[in-house]
């Protein structure tokens, strides 16, 4: 069984940073694309970032030049930095992962339980 496990979030002030985690563990033979979303209350996940196997990123435009998505193939943990936060960063981030869990199987979709980030005065 796989697990994705967020960690890192916290209140800060605007201007401030934080890096939040994601750790993969199970039976894992690789990892391709990771991508973190974001989402407050009543509406949907928002794209933050994603960054594939080969190190390729992506970011939504409200991030870009803010957060860097990083990954340790060999530790199955990926990161998101996140610099100069503002208020509107304010919500649930979650970690998720294309996961093959064995030699030749389909790649599947997983998500973790999300880790709130507050960015307030």
């Known amino acids: 069984q796989v697990q994705l496990v967020e960690s890192g979030g916290g209140s800060v002030q605007p201007g401030g940073s934080l890096r939040v985690s994601c750790a993969a563990s199970g039976s894992i033979y690789t990892i391709y694309t990771i991508s973190w979303h974001r989402q407050t209350p009543g509406k949907q996940r928002e794209f933050v970032a994603h960054i594939t196997r080969g190190g390729v990123t992506r970011y939504a435009d409200s991030v870009k030049g803010r957060f860097t998505i990083s990954r340790d193939n060999a530790q199955n943990t990926n990161y998101l930095q996140m610099n100069n936060l503002k208020p509107e960063d304010t919500a649930v981030y979650y970690c998720?992962?294309?996961?093959?869990?064995?030699?030749?199987?389909?790649?599947?979709?997983?998500w973790g339980q999300g880790t709130q980030v507050t960015v307030s005065s």
């Open positions: 998720n992962a294309e996961i093959v869990t064995a030699y030749a199987a389909p790649v599947d979709d997983y």
